[in-house]
């Protein structure tokens, strides 16, 4: 199982994007990560464990962006990773 969430808007994406991910951490807990596009250019940070790893990796960079997804994992094939925490990036990493 796992939580996913998307935001587009003028708010903090990435304050909201981090909320929804608390209210659906019981659908995973194993790792998170969050993509946010912003200016063209795609910003992702992943992390194992639970939201407040992600939300403290996060704190302190001020992304301003206008759309995000944000994704819990529970780790029911493969361990629980960063390389393994969603959202997965295409082969280019243009993608998540």
Same mark, same amino acid.
């Given at each position: ?6 935001? !587009?808007?003028? *708010?903090k $994406?990435? *304050? !909201?994007?981090? =909320?929804?991910?608390?209210?659906? =951490?019981?659908?995973?807990?194993? @790792? ?5 596009l912003?200016? *063209? =250019?795609?910003? $992702?940070?992943? @992390?194992?464990?639970?939201? !407040?790893?992600?939300?403290?990796? /996060?704190?302190?960079?001020?992304? !301003? ?6 994704? /819990?994992?529970?780790? /029911?094939?493969?361990?629980? $990773? ?7 990036? @295409?082969? *280019?990493?243009?993608?998540?």
């Amino acid at each position: 199982m796992c939580g996913i969430i998307g935001y !587009v808007g003028k *708010n903090k $994406t990435k *304050n !909201v994007l981090l =909320e929804g991910l608390k209210r659906l =951490e019981y659908r995973g807990y194993d @790792s998170a990560g969050i993509a946010l596009l912003c200016n *063209n =250019e795609l910003f $992702t940070e992943k @992390s194992v464990g639970k939201i !407040v790893n992600l939300d403290e990796k /996060t704190k302190d960079k001020d992304i !301003v962006c206008d759309l995000g997804i944000a994704h /819990t994992r529970w780790a /029911t094939h493969g361990e629980p $990773t960063e390389k393994n925490a969603h959202p997965h990036l @295409s082969c *280019n990493g243009d993608i998540a």
